[in-house]
């Protein structure tokens, strides 16, 4: 049994090592997109994309969740042609609830699209030129990672609640309510209407 369990411990670890260094070795320009990327990953793929089309790209922080994560922002246009101030915008964001991850996937996989297309598509580069977009990947950047790290099916962030407004925070077990001893997803007429 504790040959068993060293071995999967030793799995478990040898697969985050995998994952982290994966965070580092991502080329910008050529990303991974046969997974979901962390919030670490994403934003390393800004990163490296802010640096990579310096022209094209700025990067900054909108504000922090409650974790103290950064919310990301890549603003996408040809800044010589104008500033962002004074181009129509479009804004993207993506995985808005915690488990939807694939709206994260789709926004990162838009904003590499636009840069690695530019001065290579005629309607990228004219949108580029006379438009700003605004991509988000990360809404709920803490909701995500925990989604991603349990692959429990969440929707809100990991924000404690106060299920009962006793004052105390996230110490309510799950309902039992009909009694049968399991917990299920069920709904009951609220006698009030």
Do not use: C
């Not at 299920?163 to 006698?191: F, S, W, Y």
Request: avoid cysteine.
């Amino acid at each position: 049994m504790r040959k068993a369990s060293a071995v999967l411990w030793s799995a478990v670890i040898m697969l985050a090592l995998i994952r982290s260094a994966g965070a580092q070795t991502e080329d910008p320009r050529q990303p991974n997109w046969a997974k979901y990327h962390s919030t670490a990953e994403a934003y390393a793929l800004l990163d490296g994309w802010a640096k990579a089309y310096p022209h094209l790209t700025s990067l900054y922080s909108i504000g922090r969740t409650l974790k103290g994560t950064p919310l990301q922002v890549l603003e996408i246009t040809n800044q010589q042609t104008g500033p962002a101030a004074e181009k129509p915008g479009y804004y993207y964001d993506g995985n808005i609830h915690a488990g939807e991850l694939t709206g994260a996937e789709v926004a990162l996989h838009f904003a590499w699209y636009l840069l690695s297309s530019y001065g290579k598509d005629a309607r990228v580069t004219r949108l580029l030129d006379t438009r700003v977009v605004y991509v988000r990947p990360k809404f709920n950047p803490d909701g995500a990672d925990l989604a991603l790290s349990t692959g429990m099916p969440l929707r809100s962030t990991p924000r404690p609640y106060d299920e009962d407004d006793d004052g105390l925070l996230d110490e309510d077990p799950p309902n039992d309510l009909n009694g049968d001893g399991a917990i299920t997803q069920m709904r009951v007429p609220d006698p009030n209407g």
